[in-house]
């Protein structure tokens, strides 16, 4: 019998679902299924859409004459769970729960550890998620907004801004932990980490409303201004929420999230669409200002990269602002199907254990910096 080798990864998102299958690091199949807004639109919820995602993934892998047989392990990418560390984490009862009921609000993702746990566990391999959205390594002093009532969070790019800044170590010959790194995903949303120690010690809620603005979310919005908006009695919560996420940003400015149109209306004389692009630019250069003084300045690099960074006058634009601080090294594109391999590989190949969800989240830590009576 031939031994299981291969490892199978599921990056469920907004709108496609990709997946990948690996031998040790190299990819031997990929595959994006998009989902047309006409397919998605017959599902209530994010989980109802579970069985059509699994029946569309089970047979792109019989087309491709992948058997199911050859997986040694399958891994998804993690979703809106409890803020823990970052790492691979094996897919226990726990984070289904959490997963199915959208501990922290819906998002694709969420169904990545639940389509790898039920496709492994038919074929009694080992199933994972790695490096979620909601890792959350900050320091107790960035959680602090300015309102007691409202604590900032840690939910961002998380499994590719840290595959990337551990590309860029190898490239330069570090460790990752080594480093103190500027890494700014710029996708649908954008989100810019400060990474020290192989921690993400500061970043903006990419998904929520903070830092700037991106192809389809508005970023951070004047409150008084917000709070406005919202007692105008013009608009219902949800409209509010999707003017925010989805319609916010250059789709708000626009009507487009396609920085590729957005740069041929600006080749063809568009000045509105280039104020607009500019302004993109410079809400992200001032937020790597922000994160360069959460380093005292001492900025190894700064990493650029998701699909924006494959936009030459762009990245242009945003490196004339801030190549001052340090290095700026361009990394287009994302690599999540590849990192999330990596994530299981390094515990199979035993270079790391794999986490046990929810292990120390922050939650657990408790809050060490609240203010208590003893403190008087
Ligand atoms: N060659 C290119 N030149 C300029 N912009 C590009 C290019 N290719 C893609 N983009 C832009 O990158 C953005 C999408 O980036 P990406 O694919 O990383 O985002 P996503 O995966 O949809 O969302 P997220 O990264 O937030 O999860 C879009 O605005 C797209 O138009
Ligand atoms: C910021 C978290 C990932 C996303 O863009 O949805």
Redesign the pocket.
């Known amino acids: 019998m031939q031994e299981k080798q291969l490892i199978l990864v599921i990056n469920p998102g907004?709108t496609s679902t990709k997946i990948g299958v690996f031998q040790e690091d190299d990819a031997i199949f990929e595959e994006t299924i998009r989902h047309s807004i006409q397919e998605l639109n017959t599902f209530h919820s994010v989980f109802d859409q579970y069985e059509s995602r699994k029946k569309i993934i089970l047979d792109t892998l019989s087309k491709a004459n992948i058997p199911l047989s050859s997986l040694r392990a399958i891994c998804g990418r993690g979703g809106l769970l409890r803020p823990i560390e970052g790492g691979t984490y094996v897919v226990n009862e726990q984070m289904l729960e959490d997963l199915r009921k959208g501990y922290a609000g819906q998002?694709?993702?969420n169904l990545g550890g639940v389509l790898a746990f039920e496709i492994a566990r038919e074929l009694d391999i080992p199933s994972f998620i790695v490096d979620p959205?909601v890792v959350d390594e900050l320091e107790p002093i960035a959680r602090i907004s300015g309102l007691p009532l409202i604590e900032r969070k840690s939910?961002?790019?998380?499994l590719n801004q840290k595959a990337v800044a551990r590309r860029v170590a190898k490239q330069l010959g570090r460790s990752y932990q080594d480093l103190r790194l500027i890494v700014v995903?710029m996708?649908?949303?954008?989100?810019v980490g400060v990474h020290r120690g192989g921690r993400v010690i500061d970043v903006n809620?990419?998904?929520n409303g903070d830092g700037p603005f991106?192809p389809e979310?508005a970023g951070t919005v004047p409150a008084g201004d917000l709070v406005a908006l919202c007692f105008s009695g013009k608009y219902y919560r949800e409209e509010i929420i999707k003017k925010l996420v989805g319609q916010g940003g250059l789709v708000g400015y626009l009507g487009t999230n396609d920085a590729v149109k957005i740069e041929k209306m600006i080749e063809n004389g568009d000045m509105y669409a280039k104020f607009i692009y500019d302004a993109m630019a410079y809400q992200i250069a001032k937020e790597i200002g922000a994160a360069s003084a959460v380093l005292d300045g001492n900025v190894d690099a700064i990493i650029l990269t998701g699909g924006l960074a494959y936009g030459s006058q762009f990245v242009q634009a945003i490196s004339q602002k801030i190549s001052w601080i340090a290095d700026v090294i361009v990394q287009p594109g994302e690599n999540e199907l590849k990192a999330l391999a990596e994530g299981a590989l390094r515990v199979l190949n035993g270079e790391e254990h794999a986490k046990d969800y929810p292990g120390k989240t922050v939650e657990h830590e408790g809050r060490n910096w609240e203010r208590r009576e003893s403190d008087d």
């Open positions: 907004s998002h694709a993702s959205v939910i961002f790019h998380a995903h996708g649908g949303g954008i989100t809620n990419g998904l991106s979310r």
